[in-house]
């Protein structure tokens, strides 16, 4: 063991950071985007969001030596993507709203649009 090792176990904050916050949370942005493009459902984010949870939760196993069935980080690894998917899928809704119906809608911050006055 090095002195390096504990920040590289599975529950190390420099893991949770690289492999669940930034590269899972960046997949799960755009799949997020990807779903609100194709004009999908939002409840399919849910599904998507466990699937890659579950490829998440891999990459810390094979990598790290993490654990691959513990309900905890697997969880907290779905919630992290969870909030990315949907944050990228209200931007991708509202962009979508605002400009294929610019008549009918205006943007009132980047994840919320209101009727225009008439």
């Given amino acids: 063991m090095t002195a390096v090792s504990p920040w590289l176990s599975d529950d190390g904050l420099r893991v949770f950071l690289v ?9 799960a942005f755009l799949a997020g985007g990807g779903l ?9 984010v849910f599904v998507y969001m466990a699937l890659l949870a579950c490829a998440v939760r891999f990459f810390h196993y094979a990598l790290f030596d993490g ?26 809704r509202t962009t979508q709203m605002v ?11 980047p994840l919320t ?3 225009r006055d008439a």
């Fill in 36 to 44: 609100a493009r194709a004009w999908k459902p939002f409840w399919r």
């Fill in 99 to 109: 400009t294929q119906y610019r008549w009918l809608y205006q943007r009132t911050s």
């Fill in 113 to 115: 649009w209101r009727p």
């Fill in 19 to 27: 492999f669940t916050v930034i590269i899972g949370g960046s997949a």
């Fill in 67 to 92: 654990k691959l069935l513990a309900p905890y980080y697997y969880l907290v690894t779905y919630a992290v993507l969870l909030a990315g998917a949907s944050l990228g899928f209200r931007v991708t």
